[in-house]
Structures are given as structure tokens and as C-alpha cells.
């Protein structure tokens, strides 16, 4: 079995039918749950040992439910970059980015191809109201931002109350397996979303202690400053994957 990670792969063109949705302008199938190559790169890339010195020996499942599995934690597949595009209540934002994007359709398809690489992707434990599902659908604080996420971690580590505190609670053992913050940090490749010391994230948009009414960009200005700031991350993530696992 081929061991290396190629860190410019595009898990949509694996995906059956996905941009044949996507020109049909029709649901699309998710590569989350339907890449074959995403789920052998999810297993490559983690299956190591744990900072708590156990081998996290995942192995791959023959479902959605059991995309990859360890002892009895069933985990899933994430993507961490959103640029909210298909989000209908931000549609008003949307029509005025499409006005200062020429051929916004070939953008946005540039987009989904860069998104769908391995540094735009994390595992998480599976199961109805987990983490993802909490971040993603049903909390208003965090509105699917992956940088807001892990500072909800973060502060996990410190036992500190955050938006996603009792989500994360419910994965206490999962989160036990990292040690600390600086533990999870580095087993998921996440160092250039933090600082060098581990103490503090470096946020997309201006951070407010998770005040802000919608955490979703609010001007075109905004969506700007978030799409280039998570495409740096992810251009860097990949690097870091990419010369760390390849080595």
C-alpha cells in the first residue's frame, strides 16, 4: 500500500459524480464521506502514537457510520475551511462578492479543489450532536469556523467554559488521548492556527470573546480577509504535512 500523502490531491475527483452535481447545480455528493482517498489519507496520516503513548491504530470501516475506527471510537471526516458560500441567509453577501469576482463559478470551483486536500481536512468522533455536528449546524457562536473551534478546545485544556464546552465534555476521553492543548496541536498539524507558545489561536477575523452575534463574515471585506487568512493556513498546513509526514 502506497504510504506516501499527496498534499495536492483533490478529494472531489475521487468523489462518484461530484462535479456533475455541482454543474448540474444540484446537491452534491460530500468527499467526506465518499472520497475512497480521503478516508486512506484520514488513516495514513493519523495512525501513530498518541502524546499518552498509546498507538492510535485506526483502521478503516465499510460505512458512514464506521468511516475509520479504534477501540470504541468511531470517528468521521471534516472539512476545516468554509467560505459559506451555500449558506441561503448569507446570500445577500454573496451576490455582492460575485459582482467583484470575474467567472465566480470558475472561482469557486478553484476553491473547492484547494479546500478538498488534506490540510482542509481533520477527524473528529462520530455520532449524532458530536463535536462536528455541534459546531457545524446547531451552534450560533461558532457557525462552522474551524479557528473559533479550536479555541473552544483550547480552553477545554484549561477547563474553561466555551460555546462547545458540553459538546466537548462528551469527548473528554477522546480529548484525554492528546494530553494537553500542545498535544493535540501537534498530532493533528494544526501549529499555524495557534501561537508559538500554544496560548492563544490566530483568529481569522477580530476575536471578541465570542460576543459576536453572527461569527460568519458580515461584509465583503470581511469575506476577503477570511478567505485568504484560511488559505494561508491551509497552504501552510499542507507544507507541514506534506515535509513532516513524507520525510
Known amino acids: 500500500m502506497d504510504t506516501q500523502i499527496d498534499v495536492t490531491f483533490d478529494f472531489t475527483s ?14 452534491r455528493p460530500d468527499p467526506d464521506s465518499s472520497s475512497p482517498t480521503m478516508k486512506k489519507y484520514q488513516q495514513l496520516l493519523y495512525r501513530k502514537v498518541l502524546p499518552n503513548g498509546e498507538f492510535f491504530d485506526l483502521h478503516q470501516g465499510n460505512s458512514s457510520k464506521n468511516y475509520l475506527y479504534w477501540k470504541d471510537f468511531r470517528f468521521g471526516s471534516d472539512s476545516i475551511i468554509n467560505m459559506y458560500i451555500h449558506h441561503k441567509t448569507l446570500n445577500w453577501l454573496i451576490d455582492d462578492i460575485k459582482k467583484q469576482i470575474n467567472n465566480f463559478n470558475k472561482f469557486y470551483e478553484e476553491y473547492l479543489r484547494k479546500s478538498y ?5 481533520i477527524i473528529f468522533p462520530k455520532y449524532p450532536k458530536s ?8 451552534n450560533g457562536k461558532i457557525k462552522d469556523r474551524f479557528d473559533l473551534t479550536l479555541e473552544c478546545i483550547r480552553l477545554f485544556y ?5 460555546p462547545l464546552y458540553d459538546a466537548l465534555k462528551e469527548d473528554f476521553k477522546f480529548f484525554e488521548l492528546f494530553i494537553d492543548f500542545k498535544g493535540y496541536v501537534d498530532f493533528f498539524y494544526l ?12 483568529f481569522y477575523l477580530d476575536f471578541d470573546n465570542f460576543n459576536r452575534t453572527d461569527p ?3 461584509s465583503v471585506e470581511e469575506w476577503n480577509t477570511l478567505y485568504d487568512k484560511q488559505m494561508d493556513f491551509l497552504n501552510r498546513r499542507n507544507t507541514r504535512i506534506g515535509t513532516t509526514f513524507n520525510k
Do not use: H, M
Request: with cysteine; net charge negative; proline share 4%.
Open 158 to 162: 484549561e477547563n474553561k467554559q466555551s
Open 131 to 138: 463535536i462536528n455536528v455541534e459546531r457545524g449546524r446547531y
Open 117 to 121: 486536500t488534506i490540510g482542509g481536512e
Open 14 to 27: 475521487d468523489t462518484p459524480n461530484y462535479w456533475e452535481c455541482f454543474y448540474a447545480g444540484i446537491d
Open 191 to 202: 501549529n499555524d492556527l495557534v501561537s508559538d507558545d500554544y496560548k492563544s489561536i490566530n
Open 216 to 218: 460568519r463574515p458580515q
